[in-house]
């Protein structure tokens, strides 16, 4: 009866441990947050990203209009689709392979934290008018 006690003993904590193990593994990969001035920052900036030379952004002087219009884009998408905005900066060839914007994360010219800071500015764009 000990030995059959024990083995339950043992087997509550590994699963106890397994499950607490996967949860601290998985809940980064959905919290993604990222920092919204340094997103806004490296949106507007030269050399970096320099999204406006191609978009329209808010409170930005003279804009791109090459590509589309930033903020009116970001009101069709939802909080679902926010890893379809990351691809979109990571490599928008994925959706239209004759597109002139850079493949940001697959060339390596921004990091995934980058990226990220990015994503988490362009959704504060989906309120503004």
């Known amino acids: 009866m000990q030995k059959a006690k024990r083995l339950w003993k043992m087997l509550c904590i ?3 441990t397994m499950i607490l193990l996967s949860v601290s593994i998985a809940i980064p990969a959905i919290v993604k947050a990222g920092d919204v001035a340094n997103g806004r920052k490296l949106a507007i900036s030269q050399p970096v990203a320099n999204c406006v030379a191609c978009h329209v952004l808010p ?3 003279l804009p791109g209009d090459v590509g589309p219009n930033l ?3 970001m009101k069709g ?3 679902k689709d926010r890893e379809t905005v990351r691809q979109w900066i990571w ?4 959706f239209n392979p004759d597109t002139i914007m850079p493949p940001y994360g697959r060339n ?3 990091t995934e934290k980058e990226i990220d800071d990015i ?5 504060t764009l989906r309120n503004k008018k």
Not at 119 to 123: F, G, T
């Open 77 to 79: 998408y939802t909080e």
């Open 59 to 61: 409170d930005v002087d």
């Open 71 to 73: 903020i009116e884009s």
């Open 91 to 94: 490599d928008a060839t994925k």
């Open 108 to 110: 390596k010219l921004l």
């Open 119 to 123: 994503v988490e500015y362009l959704y």
């Open 14 to 16: 590994s699963t106890t």
